[in-house]
């Protein structure tokens, strides 16, 4: 019997209710097989904000910092919008990454078979795709100084972000990339914009210095992230694990998700150093964000949620076939044509709800 703490911070919009479909499938593991979760809840976002004031409270970050893994839902919704900018939601998903020093964002982008049918690209174009983007997450232009909105002495203002990176910073994710790579194809392209970015020099520089020195295995190439974008709508399955910078990432990740058939299918898992424990400091979360449209309808898909806990399984606890074992289950529910709005297909009857798709998957859990 192994026993892990998990934080759980549903967040808004549809955060909470995907959410509430992995709290089924953490139960069904607790009655049903040798690991055993104990749940600590806690806000995160505007929920947080509306009780605390703030997007993230410090007790928040200190139960975060003290749970075996995080499981996030979503942050953000309109009524927020008019916050001033740092107490927004997203700010509080950004201290925890910044905070937890999370520096290595794996999005997998994996096209199930089932699935084929709903992406925006042809089926022969992206049926068996399975990419790994690494996007680091706790630098670069999301974090750079100086920045900020000055205002000068003609009273016009300027908007300042800086994309900086340090050596270790690149090469710590360089190496998480490798390290995906060798459990993969073997394959790491890296994106950045070298041609126009001093950043960009640096970044292509350190991660040849990287699998020169300590993956001479890894068949690295290098991409302009403009060029990237253009490949994977053209030609997605040339590519196994792309590592890029934090903002690339982010633009890149959305590009591939639709890939996949619907942003709704998108787990991600967001990685630091391990502890003396030997677990990583990890943050689970679906790379979809709080879709206030669609929140409190019951229709919102909770594939890349529960997905985000098969990471979690897999990376944090090094439960593989339990993983597989949740992935097959979902792919098996969708499949058999449980699907939310997202996924419809015309003319295939009535959509699945939220619960129905997480009920789904249990059963098939069940039947595995
Ligand atoms: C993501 C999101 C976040 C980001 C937002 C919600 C701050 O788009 O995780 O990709 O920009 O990183
Ligand atoms: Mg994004």
């Known amino acids: 019997m192994s026993s ?4 759980i911070l ?8 995907v959410m509430n479909e992995v709290r089924k499938v953490i139960d069904w593991h607790n009655d049903n097989s040798p690991l055993c979760f104990t749940i600590d809840d806690d806000l995160v976002g505007g929920a947080a904000f509306d009780v605390h004031g703030v997007p993230l409270h410090d007790d928040t970050l200190t139960r975060a910092r003290a749970a075996d893994a995080v499981l996030l839902g979503a942050v953000g919704a309109p009524k927020y919008d008019t916050l001033p900018f740092d107490s927004k ?10 905070e937890l020093d999370l520096f290595a964002n794996l999005r997998p982008a994996l096209c199930f078979d089932a699935l084929a049918d709903s992406s925006s690209l042809k089926r022969d174009v992206v049926a068996g795709l399975d990419i790994m983007i690494v996007r680091e997450l706790t630098a670069g232009m999301y974090f750079g100084e100086p920045r900020g909105i000055r205002v000068e002495a003609d009273g016009s203002r300027t908007g300042i972000n800086t994309h ?21 194809r073997g394959r790491v392209c890296s994106m950045e914009k070298a041609n126009v970015m001093e950043s960009g020099i640096l970044w292509r520089e350190e991660v040849q210095w990287v699998v020169d020195n300590e993956y001479p295995d890894i068949d690295l190439s290098h991409m302009y992230a403009d060029a990237g974008a253009m490949e994977l709508v053209r ?34 898992a967001s990685l630091g150093q391990r502890s003396a424990k030997g677990l990583p400091a990890a943050l689970y979360e679906p790379v979809h964000g709080s879709a206030p449209d669609i929140a409190g309808q019951g229709v919102a898909n909770p594939c890349a949620c529960v997905l985000s806990f098969a990471m979690a399984l897999r990376y944090s606890f090094g439960c593989s076939a339990e993983a597989t074992a949740l992935e097959t289950a979902v792919e098996s529910a969708l499949a058999d044509g449980i699907r939310t709005p997202d996924l419809q297909q015309t003319g295939s009857g009535r959509p699945a709800s939220t619960s129905e798709v997480g009920d789904a998957i249990i059963d098939r859990l069940q039947r595995s």
């Not at 892990?4 to 934080?7: A, E, N, P, Q």
């Not at 939601?89 to 910044?98: D, I, S």
């Not at 994710?173 to 060798?182: F, G, P, T």
């Open 235 to 268: 030609e997605p399955r040339q590519f196994d694990v792309i590592v890029t910078d934090n903002l690339f990432g982010d633009i890149l990740s959305d590009a591939a998700a639709m890939l996949t058939g619907s942003l709704g299918m998108l787990p991600s």
């Open 164 to 184: 900086r990176y340090s050596t270790e910073e690149i090469r710590r994710v360089a190496r998480s990339a490798c390290d995906l790579a060798r459990q993969r």
């Open 10 to 17: 549903a967040g808004d919009g549809i955060g909470p209710e």
């Open 89 to 98: 939601p997203e700010r509080g998903l950004l201290a925890l990454r910044r």
């Open 4 to 7: 892990h703490t998990l934080l």
